[in-house]
């Protein structure tokens, strides 16, 4: 039998259903109202202007409308970035200088390294800037607006990003903006941080042709410190003292060992600074997520691209970079694949990093037992994790073992 209050119900609850949607539906923006693009990048500094650069040698990517979001403007030489590379890479032109052979000291051990076939490459922040942005302002489809980013999320297969005061939307975006995560147990949350001044001195006092990649030869302080020297003329250097810890120095604390460095192991008292150069690059355990969603595709350090134990960063974004160009142009999508090998080395990574922060062994006796059992091309291939197990297994067996059994067992099954 019908019964009529069965009927009031469900007229109710329909009524209640319509409401509902209309709500929903009104507080979703209205995306095609919004200024469309196919790629934005949220954060335009190395990652950013390096995946455009590598997008737009590509003609599939030319005709692309591209929005570059960053709160400042790219012209400061903000930092230098330093990497090895075989042969003529891609920033060959705007290199400041390379070199082909290198210091290390440490206690005991001072060795000239020959870096062949690689080569230590030196480019200014400012001249990279200016290079790749003149090269996008080429690309009519190519806009830079600076604005500080806030918000990006995933509405109807489109990403809706907010900045400044205005909302934007794309297909795709390529965020290298840090995201603020609390730390979790069990990861090492390690910061290089360092200062560097570039130097000119009255008189010759460098061997150009020589860098200085690593002087542990200065107060360690139980933790991981040194200084390195590359110099671009006989009489000018970038001299930058370098530290592994979880937290900064005073500013004057960084001025005075560079100072006590520069007179008392340079034997240069004389010479006037031309730049200075502060930094901090995180060295986490905890991996950074590659993307947010599907379309939200983390890029840079935000996307991982910062090696955990040691900060280089440069040379894995311009791969990193190629990699996601070919990716699109295969499937469409800018999402990788995860190598075999990552997971191996982000546990090498980890290891290295529990040793360093426990103090295990001091660092400068790792390095050191590194460069003098090892060629400087056999530790750049591992670094640059090119390497099988056979080649890392004569790395790890050049480093106290001993000291790193302990911390490698308790990576390895999770304590
Ligand atoms: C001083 C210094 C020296 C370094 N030297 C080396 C080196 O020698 N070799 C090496 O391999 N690596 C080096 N690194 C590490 C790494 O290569 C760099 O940090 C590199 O710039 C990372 O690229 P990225 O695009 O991830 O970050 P960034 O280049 O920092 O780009 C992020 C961009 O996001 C923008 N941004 C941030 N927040 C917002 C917001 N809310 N709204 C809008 N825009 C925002 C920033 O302005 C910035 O332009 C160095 C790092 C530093 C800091």
Redesign the pocket.
């Known amino acids: 039998m019908w019964n009529p209050n069965l009927s009031l119900i469900l007229n109710k609850s329909l009524r209640t259903l319509v409401v509902f949607r209309r709500v929903c539906l009104s507080s979703l923006p209205d995306v095609s109202e919004m200024k469309s693009y196919d790629y934005i990048f ?7 202007l390096s995946l455009a650069w590598h997008m737009l040698h590509r003609p599939e990517f030319r005709e692309k409308r591209i929005l570059v ?4 403007s ?1 012209s400061r030489n ?6 090895w590379e075989t042969g003529e890479g891609p920033f060959e032109s705007i290199l400041e200088k390379k070199w082909e052979r290198a210091w290390f000291h440490g206690h005991g051990l001072s060795k000239l390294l020959d870096l062949k076939p690689y080569a230590y490459k030196m480019i200014r922040a400012d001249r990279f800037y200016a290079h790749t942005l003149d090269f996008l302002a080429t690309f009519p489809g190519v806009e830079i607006v600076h ?3 806030g918000e990006s999320r995933e509405v109807h297969d489109k990403v809706q990003v907010t900045a400044g005061d205005q909302q934007y939307v794309a297909d795709y975006v390529f965020n ?2 840090l995201p603020k995560k609390p730390k979790q147990p069990g990861h090492f949350y390690l910061l290089q941080h360092f200062k560097g001044w570039v130097i000119q001195t009255p008189r010759p006092a460098f061997s150009e042709t020589e860098a200085t990649l690593m002087d542990f030869r200065i107060e360690q302080n139980g933790e991981c410190r040194f200084m390195y020297i590359l110099p671009t003329s006989a009489t000018t250097a970038l001299v930058e003292f370098t530290v592994f810890s979880e937290n900064l120095l005073d500013s004057e604390a960084y001025d005075s060992v560079l100072k006590e460095y520069l007179e008392e192991k340079a034997g240069i008292s004389a010479y006037q600074i031309l730049h200075t ?5 995180p060295m986490f355990s905890e991996p950074f997520d590659k993307a947010k969603s599907k379309r939200i595709i983390n890029i ?3 996307g991982g ?2 090696k955990a134990s040691t ?5 894995r ?1 311009q791969r990193h970079s190629a990699r996601l160009v070919e990716g699109m142009l295969k499937t469409g999508h800018p999402v990788l694949p995860t190598v075999r090998s990552e997971k191996r080395f982000a546990y090498y990574d980890k290891v290295l990093l529990h040793v360093l922060a426990n103090k295990n062994v001091p660092a400068a006796k790792i390095f050191q037992n590194l460069f003098r059992h090892n060629k400087a091309a056999a530790v750049f291939r591992f670094l640059d994790e090119d390497t099988d197990f056979f080649q890392e297994y004569k790395i790890m067996n050049s480093v106290p073992v001993l000291k790193f059994i302990g911390p490698g067992w308790k990576e390895l099954v999770g304590w």
């Not at 949220?42 to 950013?48: E, I, K, L, R, V």
């Open positions: 949220t954060g335009g500094g190395c990652a950013a979001l960053d709160k400042e790219k903000d930092r230098t970035w330093c990497f604005a500080e980013v290298s903006i150069e502060t930094g901090a690059i840079g350090t935000a691209q910062t900060g280089y960063t440069f040379t974004i």
